[in-house]
């Protein structure tokens, strides 16, 4: 019964394809979407009633609410280690270093697990499920009285109990297993509401990374605002209250937009396929390459591809060509083993993998820089003077909006008025590549290090001065520059991150994909919290360390002109990496007759 719904499944996707004789379909191109997706039934989506805002809007909302705890949670984390858990400021900053890294690397598990098995809906679904479990979980350590981090007669404990630090551990890192399958999964979902072989959907995909982020820093804005100011002003246990019923709210408008939703079926191990081009390229290395690219072995073009679109045969990394040659064994290709014959696409795909890898690389230094801002960036807040009124003090995480702020006006102006702008100047439908867009970004992450070594050198000349009330006389808005300029570069670093690594994996790995920008904020934070390890072993030696007791005895200033000094020797290398760089090359629906490589388009965008 299932393969009779599957046969009539892919003759009705058939049809709308026009009978793959390349025309499109015409009104059926208009009136269907057959990019490979299903509806909520399992059938070809009507384009009027699926996809696009009507479906993405609900899952910005449920990013909206995940972002709110998740921010919540972690620009506060570092303030709680110290003046709960009483942890140094070297160990708290790690274990802060160590819990982002996991978050954030973990997403390259779920992500996997949502290509290959799972779908991207189940995937948020089940994550969400667990996400809260863990808010739960925080909360009965700040709520129930045999949990918390002191006993009822002990307020001013200097040693919380053992209990509590264990259940707080638990469930901040059931957080990040939460996290770990809703990050990826759940952005990669909402760009898939968008058909990349319609002309108005695919621009309105662009903008779409651009509005999820506008729907991340609102959450981040009332997570470091209005949580921290209960936390702060209430109790934590209010505050993880608020969040866990924020975060189960947003599940049920998940769930509701469940009609809306276009669906990508899950297709098996997206590194199978990788890994087939690789023994079939090592099989056939002595094989003569072929002397015409026409050669190689190809699915027809009439044939529907399940699993993404046909990829342009390219002329670099040839070794993994030999892949797709053919052996004289007499059996037709449709016959032979993907263990000893690939096609162009497969092989194509494999070469889009390995050219990332420089780029993931050259990224990493950036991630690095970026950690610094929920560690020692709101550290430094909690040393200044936060008085607003006379009854009003900001809590130091809420400095933390201005990063936000920053971030949102640079994606309205670039969305709004620069990509126009860019598009007539260009004649890129982007604007600028994407690659173009991150480095820009990186350039914004080198001023932030800068500013804010200059700040903190202030600082301390101003706690030297002031032994008494150290730089509590200086006002924390010293350190508004130094968020602005870091949230207006993740407009372009961020944002474009997430972009590149969608966009240019093979289309059987999105979520994955997701997670590989992911995970370069994650291997950045576990790079930083090893780099605090390397400085401050280096700095004991060589007289005094740059990491004291607490901020007024470090040498924070140091350290950011470090990170600066790394970051800018990296954006040398970065442009040579992006000078060498061929963005996927995709074929429409239109067939074409010419198999060579047309000449690379150098805006990032798929050849049409």
């Not at 407009?491 to 474009?496: D, K, L, N, P, S």
């Amino acid at each position: 019964m299932m393969k009779g719904l599957a046969e009539r499944e892919e003759l009705q996707r058939s049809e709308v394809n026009g009978g793959g004789d390349g025309g499109g379909g015409g009104g059926d191109h208009e009136k269907w979407v057959a990019d490979s997706s299903v509806d909520y039934k399992g059938r070809v989506p009507l384009r009027a009633s699926t996809g696009a805002w009507k479906a993405s809007l609900f899952i910005i909302a449920i990013e909206f609410g995940e972002r709110l705890s998740y921010f919540g949670i972690a620009t506060s984390l570092i303030i709680y280690l110290t003046k709960v858990l009483h942890q140094e400021l070297k160990t708290a900053a790690r274990s802060v270093n160590y819990w982002t890294g996991v978050t954030t690397l973990m997403p390259l598990l779920g992500g996997f697990l949502a290509d290959a098995y799972f779908g991207r809906y189940a995937t948020v679904l089940l994550s969400s499920i667990l996400y809260v479990l863990g808010l739960i979980l925080l909360t009965m350590s700040a709520t129930i009285p045999s949990l918390k981090f002191c006993g009822s007669n002990d307020q001013d404990c200097t040693q919380p109990r053992k209990i509590h630090e264990i259940i707080f551990f638990l469930a901040i890192y059931l957080i990040s297993i939460g996290t770990g399958g809703h990050k990826p999964s759940l952005e990669s979902f909402g760009a898939d509401q968008f058909d990349d072989d319609h002309p108005e959907e695919r621009k309105k995909k662009m903008s779409y990374f651009n509005w999820w982020n506008f729907g991340l820093c609102s959450g981040l804005l009332f997570g470091v605002t209005v949580i921290v100011y209960v936390q702060d002003h209430i109790s934590w246990g209010a505050g993880d209250l608020i969040l866990t019923a924020v975060m189960a709210v947003s599940i049920v408008i998940f769930v509701i937009g469940r009609p809306f939703y276009r669906y990508r079926q899950p297709s098996g191990s997206p590194l199978t396929p990788l890994l087939q081009v690789l023994v079939a390229a090592i099989r056939k290395r002595k094989f003569p390459y072929p002397t015409n690219p026409c050669l190689l072995h190809e699915t027809p073009k009439t044939a529907n591809n399940a699993h993404g679109r046909f990829l342009y045969h390219t002329h670099k990394l040839k070794f993994l060509d030999k892949a797709a040659i053919y052996e004289e064994s007499g059996a037709p290709a449709e016959k032979e083993s993907p263990w000893r014959l690939a096609t162009v696409t497969k092989v194509e795909e494999m070469k889009l993998i390995l050219n990332m890898i420089p780029i993931w690389l050259a990224t990493l230094p950036f991630g690095v820089a970026v950690g610094q801002t929920s560690t020692f960036f709101i550290k430094q807040a909690a040393n200044l003077n936060r008085k607003i009124t006379h009854g009003l003090i900001l809590p130091p995480t809420t400095i933390f909006c201005l990063a936000a702020v920053g971030m949102i006006v640079s994606l309205t102006i670039y969305d709004k008025l620069l990509v126009p702008l860019l598009r007539r100047a260009t004649g890129n439908e982007r604007g600028i590549n994407i690659l173009q867009r991150i480095g820009i970004g990186m350039l914004f992450v080198i001023a932030t290090m800068i500013t804010a070594a200059v700040v903190e050198k202030k600082r301390l000349h101003v706690a030297a001065e002031n032994p008494k009330t150290a730089s509590q006389t200086m006002s924390v808005f010293w350190l508004a520059p130094q968020f602005l300029i870091v949230g207006i570069g993740d407009g372009f670093a961020i944002v474009g991150l997430q972009e590149y690594f969608y966009d240019q994996v093979p289309d059987s790995m999105r979520s994955l994909g997701i997670a590989f920008y992911l995970s370069v904020i994650g291997a950045g934070s576990f790079l930083s919290s090893l780099l605090i390890t390397a400085v401050d072993n280096i700095t004991r030696r060589t007289g005094k360390s740059w990491f004291g007791k607490d901020l007024n005895s470090s040498r924070l200033d140091k350290f950011y002109w470090l990170l600066a000094a790394v970051s800018a020797a990296n954006m040398c290398v970065y442009v040579l990496i992006t000078r060498c760089y061929s963005y996927k090359n995709v074929q429409r629906r239109v067939v074409v007759a010419d198999c060579y490589e047309d000449e690379a388009r150098e805006n990032g965008e798929s050849m049409a």
